[in-house]
C-alpha cells in the first residue's frame, strides 16, 4: 500500500493493491492482482457505433491463457460494430488499455473489466475507430501547438420511477435541490462512488433542474461533473460513467436515459463540454494578468467556426434538436461569452479574483498556495447524450486547433462575442447577426459535408466514417421530426424510440 497523498485516497482497488496510478499499470500489474486476489473473470468493454460498450468476457483458469489475451487480444466482428465495415473484411481484433483496468463493481464473480482498442487484420490501429480518431487529433493538437489539449464533461440525465406523493419537488426547480424533495441523491451518490472505483476522477455530483411528474411516473434530472484530463482519458471516464449509472439504475429498479428530451416544455439533457488548453503544467487560457488570454480566444474562434459542424458529432438524432430552441438553457446560434448561460460556448467564472477567501471565511487558516489558473476552462454547451464521446471531443480538439492557425482567430473571436441574453427582445439585433445552429439533422449532415476537410486534414477523421455519419443524419425523416415539434404526442414517440441513445 503505497503511502504516496496522490493515489492514498483513491478509490480504484488496483490503485490501492498495485500502489501506482491506473496510467502506470502494466500486463505484469495486472496479472499479478489477478492471481494474487483470486480474480475468476476477466471482461474487455470497447465502443460501438451506437455508442454504448460492448462486453467480451474470459473465464481465468491458465495464465497462460491469461498472458494470451493480455497480449494478443481477440477477434470481433467489426460488421456488427460499425456500418462502415463490410461483412467480407469484418475480422478486427481487441487489445486492452492496461491503465484502464478496474475490479468490476456489477460482476457476481471477482471480474477486472479493462477498455479496449482496435486494430485491423495488418495489426495497425483502426482508423475509422472512434477512440483511435480522438487520439490522433490529440497528437496532432500537440504536434502544431506544442500544448496539450484536455477536457471533461458534465454528464446530465433522468432517473425514472414511480412516483412517490410526498415532499413533492417543484416542477423544474431542481437545481441543487436536497432530500427528501430530491428523491434520487442518494443514487446519484452511490453511482459516483461506483465510478471512483473505476478510476472516474468525478468534481461534484448534484440534482438539476429538471424534475416533473407524468402519468404517476416521477422523473428527475442529475448530473456528474468531472475533472480536466487529457481528452481521451475524459472519454473513457464519460464511457465508462453511462455503463455505472445504467447497471446500476437497472439493479435499483430505476429508468435511466440520457436522451436529449424527455417531453414537450420540460428541460432536457445536454452533455457540456469544458475545455482547457496546457503546457508545462500551465493553464494557456489565462494571461498573466489572470484575464482570458489570446490563446483562449483563439481557440473560442475554431470552436465559433466549426461549431454548426460539431452538431453532427453531438447532436445525432432528432430529438436532438428538440432541446435546442431558446428559453431552455440550450445554444441556438454561435456565440460565446462571459458567464453567459444563453450563449453557445461560456467561459464560466475562475478563480481569478487572487484572494484567499477561505481565510477571510475562516480567520486562522493556512494559505495553501493553489494554481487556481488551473481552473478555468471554456464549455461547449450544444451536444446532448446522443454524442458519440470521443467522436464530439475529438473535432473540438481539432476546432480549437483550427482556430489557433486560423489568421483571423481574434477577429473572429471578436465579433461573436455576445454580453447580453440574446434571447430577450432588446437584443433582437445582437441576434439577428449571429449564425444560427443546424435546426434537424439533415442541416448538421449539410455542415459538416461543407467542412469535411478540415475535420479529416492531417488524417484525423476517416473519410468513409464521416461518409457514414452524413448517411445516417440525412437518412432520418426530418418532416416527421419537424412535425413533432408542434405534436407532443409525436414528439413522445420520438423520444421513446430513442431513448437509449448514446
Known sequence: MTNDKHLALNKNDLVKALGKPQKDFTREDIIRYISDNDIEMVNFMYPAADGRLKTLNFVINDLNYLETILTLGERVDGSSLF?????GSSDLYVLPRFSTAFLDPFAE??????????????????TSSPEHILRRACEE??????????????LEYYVISADEATFEATDQKGYHES??????????????????????????????VGNFTLDGTIYE????????VDAPLAADQLMIAKWVIRNLGYHEGYDITFAPKITAGKAGSGLHIHMRIVKDGQNMMLNEHHELSEVA??????????APAITAFGNTNPTSYFRLVPHQEAPTNVCWGDRNRSVLVR?????????????????????LGLNTGLKQTVEIRSADGSADVYLLIASLAVAMRYGLEHPKGLEIARDTYVDVNIHRAENVEVLNRLKSLPVN?????????????????????????????????????????DRAKNDPELMLDLVHRYFHCG
Open 297 to 306: 480566444r483563439r481557440a473560442i474562434a475554431g470552436l465559433m467556426e466549426l
Open 347 to 367: 467561459v464560466p467564472l475562475g478563480w481569478t479574483a487572487q484572494k484567499d477567501m477561505c481565510a477571510e471565511l475562516n480567520p486562522g487558516t493556512a494559505e
Open 141 to 154: 493538437f500537440t504536434a502544431e501547438t506544442g500544448m496539450t489539449f484536455q477536457a471533461m464533461g458534465e
Open 441 to 481: 439533422c439533415a442541416a448538421s449532415a449539410d455542415c459538416l459535408d461543407a467542412d469535411r476537410a478540415i475535420f479529416e486534414a492531417k488524417d484525423v477523421f476517416a473519410p468513409g466514417l464521416i461518409d457514414g455519419i452524413i448517411t445516417k443524419l440525412r437518412a432520418y425523416d426530418q418532416a416527421e421530426a
Open 109 to 126: 464473480l471477482p471480474t477486472v473489466t479493462m477498455l479496449c482498442s482496435y486494430f485491423d487484420k495488418d495489426g495497425n490501429p483502426l
Open 83 to 87: 456500418p462502415f465495415i463490410s461483412a
Open 179 to 208: 432530500a427528501p424533495f430530491a428523491k434520487f441523491n442518494e443514487f446519484r451518490t452511490k453511482c459516483m462512488r461506483y465510478i471512483a472505483a473505476t478510476g472516474g476522477q468525478i468534481k461534484y455530483g448534484h440534482s438539476e
Open 221 to 228: 434530472q442529475n448530473e456528474i461533473e468531472f475533472l480536466p
